[in-house]
């Protein structure tokens, strides 16, 4: 990653940013509180024999560790796990909400207890349809429309993107006009005609038209995300800890940072049973 190895110069050197790294990721598998968290690495083995830890962590070491780290540290990390599968993308964009609260809203009507805005942290989301990676996140309020945040997302990630697919939220000139001047394919969805066909929507319109089906052959792949974050929540939970919104941006960081490494170690795991190394005579 480039980074240094501990936060700050006036650490006391016992946990390194990528034991804490590694502490984030077991908290999210092993769906364990802070408090839990302690009590998992007291009974396990592996502090002993893998990390080569003299001492048990306090449970708010981890959730300090969380608040302090940089988020180009983040997004850095996610680009490095994703170099070791491929190089190429074929990226499909979405965006999901996560709860901020515990509460159900069926149990907060029970109560008499109304919300004026709506209490969810949206996730806009590049996912490689290939590897099953999530190669860049952003968290947004709940409140903002997704769109104008893609552009930027797409600026972050450091490969060869070849191919885009989104949903009608995501038509616009700007979008369509940066995806051709990177080289990309965008496989967006017009609105229709009832808005002014500028010149790059107006292909997208054309070629929608008169290729139904090899448009239909590359926008199938577009669910692909949907799956992904159903897959997020039902092994991770769909709620997102913190009262401000920095550390809530954090924490849905680590959750997809967890769901990136269990779908790298099960790929890792299929490889291996796919090409078994050969034993020497």
């Known amino acids: 990653m480039r980074v240094p190895l501990y936060l700050s110069k006036f650490s006391n050197h016992l946990y390194s940013v990528p034991t804490h790294l590694l502490f984030l990721a077991v908290r999210e ?43 180009r540290w983040l997004a850095r990390l996610l680009h490095l796990l994703t170099s070791l599968l491929t190089s190429r993308l074929y990226l ?33 989301d590049l996912v490689d349809v290939r590897t099953g990676l999530i190669v860049a996140t952003r968290a947004l309020p709940g409140h903002r429309h997704e769109a104008p945040h893609l552009v930027p997302l797409l600026r972050q990630v450091p490969f060869d993107v070849r191919e885009l697919y989104a949903d009608k939220g995501f038509d616009s000139e700007a979008i369509h006009t940066y995806l051709q001047c990177r080289g990309t394919d965008g496989y967006i969805p017009t609105r229709g005609t009832d808005r002014p066909m500028t010149f790059y929507r107006r292909r997208v319109w054309i070629y929608q038209r008169t290729r139904p089906k090899e448009w239909d ?10 799956s992904t974050y159903h897959a997020i929540k039902t092994r991770f ?35 291996a049973s796919r090409y078994p190394p050969s034993s020497s005579a």
Do not use: C, M, N
Not at 36 to 53: C, F, N, P, T, Y
Not at 217 to 224: D, N, Q, T, W
């Open 92 to 124: 499909a964009a979405d965006a999901s909400g996560f709860s901020l609260r515990s509460a159900s809203v069926h149990y907060l009507e029970r109560l008499g207890e109304h919300t004026a805005v709506r209490q969810v942290l949206k996730s806009l």
């Open 29 to 71: 598998l092993e769906k364990e509180t802070w408090r839990g968290l302690h009590d998992r690495l007291d009974d396990s083995k592996a502090i002993d024999e893998v990390l080569h830890l003299e001492t048990i962590p306090h449970f708010t070491t981890p959730q300090k560790f969380l608040q302090r780290i940089p988020h």
């Open 217 to 226: 052959r590359h926008y199938h792949r577009r669910p692909f995300v949907e």
């Open 237 to 271: 939970g769909e709620r997102i800890e913190g009262r401000t919104r920095r550390y809530q941006e954090r924490y849905h960081w680590a959750k997809v940072w967890a769901y990136d490494l269990r779908v790298f170690a099960r790929r890792s795991e299929a490889a």
